[in-house]
């Protein structure tokens, strides 16, 4: 059975590129990997990147995980992030446009405002007409201009939350690189133990345990993921935490087939 109607995924940005490479560089072979695999999906799609190492970077040395950085030091660090950012959609809309996926890129620093690094103004009109033409809209996290702060860094996991509520997406796939959200981090505790369900009863208990992620992330680890994907988790919207490193899973949650991965339900 097909999922019924918008799907939001999230391509997260360890899996998409080499996290830790400097110059950053996209991760080909996932890339084709992860483009036969949407291609099974029917229906309208809207596929969001995270930043990996082409926005993380960047937007660290530029002092945006930083509350107190010059004005001066964010404004400097625009171009760059944003030239990276385009690099990486453009290689993603490259591969997925070859494998047949009518792919357009919407890029948020053209259209999207930040007040304190939340969302302020996002105008869907034009995805909305994409997606009514048949064409597969792909997003990324980005810098864009703040009311409050200069510029801010906006996270894709923001936007993929943004967009289900907006647009009334009927599921939002985030892939990353573990198998969705566990009771420790696996990079440090190898024995860490896998959560299939997040709802009410167990989400307070499991949020105390989930910490931000090790790496240069500016956007907050696992626990604002799950934060925020709990604000959106309805009855009849599937909301999916899972393992985009692993063959076939994002395939199989596509299809509405059972694998590993974490349902967020509130
Ligand atoms: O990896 C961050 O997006 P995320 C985007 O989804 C940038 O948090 C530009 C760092």
Redesign the pocket.
Known sequence: MQLKALTIVKLG?SVITYKDSSPPRVNESNLTRIAMELKTHRGELIIVL???AH??QA?HSHGFADPNSSKELLVRGIPP?RHN?SELATSVETVLNKEGIPTIIIAPFACVTLRNGLIHEFPTSIIRKALDNGLVVLTH???CFDEESTAS?????TIAVYLAQQMNAGTILIGTDVDGVLDDNPKLNPSAKHIPLINQENKEAILAKTGPSTNT???GGMSKKVNELLEIARQNREVIIFNLTVPNRLKSLLQNESTICTRIQS
Request: glycine share 36%.
């Open positions: 940005g995270g930043g990996g926005g993380h937007a992030i950012m996290g980005d810098v860094i906006l996270s894709g996991d992330d500016v956007t």
